[in-house]
């Protein structure tokens, strides 16, 4: 099996920016632990701080993995476009955040990505992304 992970704007700041809030761990760091516990699945990292880029990671992951996990960052609250690429595909696309998007500011509470999605895991910090490659390892 081999997924992609797509993440979004700013999470190439994971491990400084709002520690409090994402934590003090590298996303580099924490794939490589991922990648350690699911030795059978081939984990591709890609990370965009731009929209169009994101989508065009989107569309081409499509034709060459078995799945996504996407964290948009702050374009899962605003990007229509994102959103229809979900859409627009084939492959399953699990939605994950690292934080409970639903117990932050009301903006954050949308999701354009939700209804493309196989499903949306939220809250458990890097975890969720652990969480999300389960998902997918339960469905082969």
Known sequence: MK???INGPNLNLLGEREPGVYGSETFGS???KLRKEFPEITLVYYQSNI???IIDAIQKAALLYDGIILNA???THT???IGDAVKA???PVVEVHISNIFSRETFRHVSFIAPGAKGIISGFGLESYRLAVESFRKSI
């Open 73 to 75: 960052g702050g374009y």
């Open 51 to 53: 929209e169009g880029e």
């Open 3 to 5: 997924l992609i992970i």
């Open 89 to 91: 595909i084939k492959a």
């Open 30 to 32: 924490y794939l490589k």
């Open 79 to 81: 990007s229509v476009a």
